[in-house]
């Protein structure tokens, strides 16, 4: 198993990244996904997770109406679309597989906001 994060930088806030996570190594189309992240000092937090056909999604309170969750089961390809972003915003962001809980996760792909 293998979950590969991409597409983090810096940006302004009121910014915009997509951040992506490609998936190898298992039938992505048959996993719940997940993203999490960790701010500097901080714990992990859960950002967003998305069931296995996308007709269910769900996010963080502090996230919702800015950040959407999707995946591509063909690409088997996670992405995170972040907008608004604010400084709070700023962590490291990982990709999760679900089997309950989380059982794999990626290196990771670092969001600064910051103007």
């Known amino acids: 198993v293998q979950l590969v994060e991409s597409g983090g930088g810096l940006v302004q806030p009121g910014g915009s990244l997509r951040l992506s996570c490609a998936a190898s190594?298992?039938?992505?189309?048959?996993?719940?996904m997940r993203w999490v992240r960790q701010a500097p000092g901080k714990g992990l937090e859960w950002v967003s997770d998305?069931?296995?056909?996308?007709?269910?999604?769900s996010y963080a309170d502090s996230v919702k109406g800015r950040f959407t969750i999707s995946r591509d089961n063909a690409k088997n390809t996670l992405y995170l679309e972040m907008n608004s972003l604010k400084p709070d915003d700023t962590a490291l962001y990982y990709c999760?597989?679900?089997?309950?809980?989380?059982?794999?996760w990626g290196k990771g792909t670092l969001v600064t906001v910051s103007s």
């Open positions: 190594g298992f039938t992505f189309s048959s996993y719940y």
């Open positions: 999760a597989r679900l089997t309950g809980g989380m059982d794999y």
């Open positions: 998305i069931n296995s056909g996308a007709t269910s999604k």
